[in-house]
Nanobody, 120 residues
Framework: EVQLVESGGGLVQPGGSLRLSCAAS????????MGWFRQAPGNGREWIAR???????SYLDSVKGRFTASRDNAKNTLYLQMNSLKVEDTAMYYC??????????????WGQGTQVTVSS
């Protein structure tokens, strides 16, 4: 059974940092493209980062230069380092396994999410 468990969310002031983790089990983590998504209240789920099996990354423009996605295949864990956080980064953050349909990446298996709140 595929399991993804996010952790590391919390309340942080604008300009602060958080590091999210996603512990994966039940599948060959090292072979899978993985992604981070977020969903703010009233909004749809938004893709923010992708990490390939060899740790090639891509990002949503609004988080480039502030967020860094990475993975440790030996620990079956995905990370998201978030720096210079803004109020508009407030959302529930999810990790997911990714699958490509016609060149478009979509989330397949999802974690339960971890809440990030940026507020003074």
């Amino acid at each position: 059974e595929v399991q993804l468990v996010e952790s590391g969310g919390g309340l942080v002031q604008p300009g602060g940092s958080l590091r999210l983790s996603c512990a994966a089990s039940g599948f060959a983590f090292s072979d899978k493209d993985m992604g981070w998504f977020r969903q703010a209240p009233g909004n749809g789920r938004e893709w923010i980062a992708r990490v390939s099996p060899l740790s090639t990354t891509s990002y949503l423009d609004s988080v480039k230069g502030r967020f860094t996605a990475s993975r440790d295949n030996a620990k079956n864990t995905l990370y998201l380092q978030m720096n210079s956080l803004k109020v508009e980064d407030t959302a529930m953050y999810y990790c997911a396994t990714l699958v490509s349909y016609g060149g478009v990446w979509s989330g397949l298996n999802w974690g339960q999410g971890t809440q990030v709140t940026v507020s003074s």
